[in-house]
């Protein structure tokens, strides 16, 4: 078989991208299949699995024929996928009902009486991980307690990637990455964790084996060859999270190194040789997509959101509203002439875990153009996010530069601002949106082999551009972060007062 090509799936909430690379890191095709959410109550969000799979087939087939490469040519398949999320399957691997996904919230009462049993800082010293309603624990209990014969029917509770992998080689899998995201793996010693699973009463034989995110854990069958067009035997590896893999796809693998994802939600993340506990808990850690190294994390709720929010309430009218709101944003001086935005428009996760946050402005004046408002979102996100920037840099992780991806990275001014106020160079890679399948193609070449190491598959990355601080704005901006820190902590007493009329 030639070692030419590698198929990385990613499995998102949207749909699925998938990407063809070259063994050299090279982006061949990319083809988009879209799928459903399903909401049948609020605060639930579901997805049906066999949309997965077509989409899997359908674009594998896609990719290979507007390519014109050979089946005989693809070296492996990998996966990024969604996480946080609970399919109970049967022994066949014949799914139990739709998915619970991350967006899930129906969970909170099981959280709740989680904690109350085994208290926070527990979990968190073994897992990395607050306890949380995202996470799949408290949605496997949910479950049980409300659906007992779909749960006494389960044999395996996977993720999205991980269904995936079971419909290609008929073996039920999963990697270290996904299973921080269950509130129930013990991110030391990288097993389930029976403390946890003996007060959840979960049987750990519910979870599937687990993996390194390199390792090929079985080939393409018969069936699924002829479903998806690959050719029998192809192997398949296993892949990991969305966000570990965007952590490698952006070359973020050694300490001193982070990148900045500005999508919807936005997060900041470092590689490190051990987790970081953080005595306030503000930040959490994954095992990294090399299974020797750990990804602290800290994302927050609504960073790009806010823009796309601020962009759709002042710019609507305009037919370049993105590029109108980026240069009156530009016309606004550091500081937004003394406006301070917070985040907080869907509560908050990182690096304040209080859903209980709103967003608010402080500091508006008659004098205030819309330009200023626009450019004070960007400096409230970046601001927010400077939070878990220095509880990594204050827990041992130093950081001496920072990658960007996601839309939000896209505006020249915004990039600027993120360097102005996190006091480092940000660096601008030549796939801004790419990162996260090629994390996955990363996966898939070192684990069979055609890249060495993933030292090797870092040469993928390449970097286009380079914003430096600017010492006299970092310094206007790191004495107006203190201002942005007290005008949160004076508010928190009025956002328990908000709640009433929520």
Not at 145 to 163: G, S, T, V
Not at 475 to 488: A, G, H, P, R
């Amino acid at each position: 078989m030639s070692n030419g090509y590698i198929i990385a799936h990613d499995i998102g909430t949207t749909g699925n991208k998938a990407t063809l690379y070259k063994t050299d890191g090279t982006l061949v095709n990319s083809t988009l299949h879209k799928y459903k959410t399903f909401y049948p109550k609020a605060g639930w969000a579901e997805q049906n699995p066999s949309d997965w799979w077509e989409a899997v087939c359908e674009t594998t087939k896609i990719l290979l024929e507007q390519s014109r490469v050979k089946r005989e040519e693809i070296s492996a398949v990998s996966f990024s996928g969604q996480m946080l999320g609970c399919l109970l399957v049967d022994r066949e691997g014949t799914p139990l009902g739709n998915s619970i996904i991350w967006a899930d919230m129906r969970a909170a009462d099981q959280a709740r009486r989680f904690e109350n049993e085994i208290g926070m800082k527990n979990v968190y010293e073994i897992t990395g991980h607050r306890i949380s309603s995202s996470y799949s624990g408290a949605k496997i209990k949910w479950v049980k307690e409300n659906e007992p014969e779909r749960f006494k029917k389960a044999y395996k509770i996977l993720q999205a990637k991980d269904y995936l992998v079971y419909k290609l080689t008929g073996i039920f899998a999963t990697d270290y990455s996904d299973a921080c995201g269950t509130n129930c793996f013990d991110l030391i010693n990288k097993v389930w964790s029976r403390d946890i699973l003996n007060t959840w009463k979960i049987e750990p034989e519910l979870f599937p084996d687990l993996y390194a995110s390199t390792d090929v854990v079985g080939a393409v069958t018969a069936k699924a060859a002829a479903e998806t067009g690959l050719l029998q035997g192809t192997p398949v590896v296993i892949g990991g999270g969305d966000g570990v893999c965007a952590a490698a796809g952006v070359g973020v693998m050694d300490e001193g190194e982070a990148f900045n994802y500005i999508g919807s939600s936005s997060w900041i993340a470092t590689a490190s040789n051990k987790p970081i506990f953080d005595p306030e808990m503000k930040t959490y850690t994954w095992v990294h997509l090399d299974s020797t190294k750990y990804s602290p994390n800290g994302t927050m709720q609504c960073g790009g959101g806010s823009m796309q929010w601020i962009t759709e309430l002042l710019y609507q009218n305009s037919n370049k509203s993105y590029e109108l709101m980026n240069s009156e944003a530009e016309q606004s001086p550091p500081t937004s002439k003394g406006l301070i935005y917070l985040p907080y428009l869907m509560g908050e996760r990182s690096p304040r875990w209080n859903p209980d946050a709103r967003g608010a402005f402080a500091g508006l004046s008659i004098t205030h153009t819309r330009g200023d408002i626009a450019r004070s979102v960007m400096e409230g996100v970046a601001y927010n996010l400077k939070i878990v920037l220095d509880t990594f840099q204050k827990e041992g992780a130093p950081i001496d530069r920072m990658w960007v991806l996601g839309g939000g990275a896209k505006s020249t001014l915004w990039r600027q601002i993120l360097a102005d106020i996190y006091g480092l160079d940000v660096y601008v890679p030549n796939y801004l949106d790419e990162a996260t399948s090629m994390g996955a193609a990363m996966a898939g070449a070192v684990g069979v082999g055609v890249v060495d190491n993933f030292k090797e598959a870092k040469k993928w990355v390449k970097r286009v551009g380079i914003h430096h601080p600017q010492p006299d704005i970092q310094e206007q901006y790191q004495e107006f972060f203190s201002v942005f820190n007290e005008t949160y902590e004076q508010l928190k007493p009025v956002y328990q007062k908000l709640k009433v009329f929520n």
